[in-house]
Structures are given as structure tokens and as C-alpha cells.
């Protein structure tokens, strides 16, 4: 179904992904932080880190940031927007 809309209105569906990416950035993002939570509370009681320097990264990287999502939900939305003018 999707296939077929996107046949017939490529622009429309490209701008609606877009504005999804920019205001509703993957749920993916919330999971990572959790894992990231968890694992840096199993270092903390104690745990084996799993490799050299695991709990470092953990504390100073943080998790990925919306920011390349949102970037790339702005550029699908400003082409579909600028292929309705040509």
C-alpha cells in the first residue's frame, strides 16, 4: 500500500517522513538510553567492564543524540518540498 502511494505522490510522502524524523525522532533513541542507564548501574555495583574502558565511554559519549535525525528528516523534507516546484 505504501508502495503504491508513494508511486503516485512521492512528494507527499517524503514530507510527511520528513516532518516524522524532525518531531518524533525513533523510539530506537529511548532503548539505547535505557541500555546505556542499565549497564552504567550493573559498573557502578560492581560488574566487569567488558572491555578496556567501557564504563569511561558510557559516562563521557552519553547516548546518540536526535540531532542526526532531525538533520536528516529537515533534508528528505526540504528535497520533497522543492520537487513540488519542478
Known amino acids: 500500500m505504501l508502495a503504491a502511494l508513494?508511486?503516485?505522490y512521492p512528494t507527499l510522502v517524503?514530507?510527511?517522513?520528513?516532518?516524522?524524523?524532525i518531531l518524533w525522532p525513533p523510539p530506537k533513541r529511548?532503548?539505547?538510553?535505557?541500555r546505556r542507564l542499565i549497564r552504567l548501574s550493573?559498573?557502578?555495583?560492581?560488574a566487569e567492564e567488558r572491555y578496556f574502558e567501557?564504563?569511561?565511554q558510557l559516562q563521557a559519549y552519553g547516548s546518540n543524540?536526535?540531532?542526526p535525525?532531525?538533520?536528516l528528516g529537515a533534508l528528505l523534507l526540504l528535497l520533497?518540498?522543492?520537487l513540488l516546484f519542478v
Open 6 to 8: 508513494y508511486e503516485q
Open 14 to 21: 517524503g514530507s510527511a517522513f520528513g516532518l516524522l524524523l
Open 30 to 34: 529511548a532503548e539505547e538510553k535505557a
Open 42 to 46: 550493573e559498573l557502578e555495583s560492581g
Open 54 to 56: 567501557e564504563r569511561r
Open 65 to 67: 543524540s536526535a540531532g
Open 69 to 71: 535525525y532531525r538533520l
Open 80 to 82: 520533497s518540498v522543492s
